[in-house]
């Protein structure tokens, strides 16, 4: 995370010592948040982490996603390759209708992969997450399962079906 640190930028900031580590590790237990490390399948390195949080049941069945690389492995596709294998884990295996990234307008490279990971732009809501010390814009960027040709998932079993 620290040799990280330059590239996560003002986007986004990840535990840096022991106890904030402990905290996130905490967090991620929690049946609305998931947490999963995209690796190399050769050396095992960890190229980065993508996280769904928020999710929420119901007529919803839909998550946030957040993602950021780690130095050495960036800018090589590692992360458009984990973001999409994440987005088919939602869906296939987390039931999840629906994935959410929220972006700052500057925030290119962001931008960038989850275009090339197959979301579309919905829109933009002025001062909609608290970023580096201020009420920050965000891009709405979203994915659903029949975008990738996955069948429609049910809302939550304890629900009516209208
Ligand atoms: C956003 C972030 C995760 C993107 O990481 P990344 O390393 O650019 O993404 P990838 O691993 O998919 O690499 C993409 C780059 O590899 C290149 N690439 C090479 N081979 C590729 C392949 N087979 N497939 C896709 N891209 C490939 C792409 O062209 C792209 O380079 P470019 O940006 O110069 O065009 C990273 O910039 C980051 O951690 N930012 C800080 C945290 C952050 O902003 N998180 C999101 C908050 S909304």
Do not use: K
């Amino acid at each position: 995370m620290r040799a990280s640190a330059e590239l996560h930028g003002p986007w986004m900031s990840l535990p840096s010592t022991p106890e904030q580590y402990r905290a996130y590790v905490r967090r991620y237990a929690r049946p609305d948040e998931e947490s999963v490390l995209v690796c190399l399948r050769g050396s095992g390195a960890i190229a980065g982490v993508v996280n769904i949080n928020s999710i929420i049941r119901g007529r919803f069945q839909s998550g946030s996603i957040a993602y950021a690389a780690f130095a050495p492995t960036a800018g090589q596709g590692y992360m458009t390759e984990g973001v999409t294998l994440v987005v088919r884990y939602a869906f296939e295996q987390l039931q999840l209708h629906r994935l959410e990234a929220q972006i700052q307008p500057d925030n290119h490279a962001s931008i960038n992969l989850v275009r090339r990971a197959g979301f579309r732009y919905e829109g933009c809501s002025p001062e909609l997450l608290y970023i580096d010390g201020a009420w920050r814009d965000h891009e709405r960027w979203a994915i659903t399962n029949t975008m990738i040709d996955i069948a429609p998932t049910r809302p939550h079993a304890t629900l009516p079906e209208r």
